[in-house]
């Protein structure tokens, strides 16, 4: 008998949605953000909601929209680049070589020695100095070596 009662009160649980109903406040604040939750704000008027109400949507519903592409803009330096290639293809092809072959340079090296420019003398490079170094090397490689 008890059985029957603990088996026939666990089943009308299950099957009444209005035990799992939760009421939700929404309200929209001062800079205009919608929010929800299911404690009452303070100083703000709400709307009730019921969560048996709320109607569920679809995941992915919106189609996303497209977007403008912007034509990206040449720095000088590509320009530059660009009219060397056009008009000198044999130094557009010197100039990749030497990249290349000084990014090589700085790839596997790692004690390098570099000439000052203000006293003229020999001084190692720092790390900082190389990755600066390597960057050049690779812009390069991109503005001269015609793919």
């Known amino acids: 008998?008890?059985?029957?009662?603990?088996?026939?009160?666990?089943?009308?649980?299950?099957?009444?949605?209005?035990?799992?109903?939760?009421?939700?406040y929404k309200w929209v604040d001062e800079n205009g953000v919608t929010?929800?939750?299911?404690?009452?704000?303070?100083?703000?008027?709400?709307?009730?909601?019921?969560?048996?109400?709320?109607?569920?949507?679809?995941?992915?519903?919106?189609?996303?929209?497209?977007?403008?592409?912007s034509v990206p803009t040449k720095n000088p330096q590509q320009t530059a680049a660009e009219a060397i290639v056009r008009q000198d293809k044999a130094q557009a092809k010197a100039i990749c070589s030497n990249a290349k072959h000084q990014l090589n340079l700085l790839n596997t090296h790692t004690r390098l020695t570099r000439r000052n420019a203000q006293t003229g003398d020999m001084e190692r490079m720092t790390e900082e100095q190389r990755q600066a170094a390597m960057s050049a090397q690779q812009e390069k490689i991109s503005l001269f070596c015609i793919k």
């Open 1 to 24: 008998m008890i059985k029957i009662r603990y088996h026939a009160l666990l089943l009308t649980l299950i099957l009444s949605p209005a035990v799992f109903a939760t009421t939700i």
């Open 35 to 69: 929010h929800y939750s299911q404690q009452v704000p303070p100083d703000r008027p709400s709307e009730t909601l019921y969560s048996e109400d709320i109607e569920q949507q679809k995941v992915g519903f919106i189609a996303p929209k497209e977007t403008e592409v």
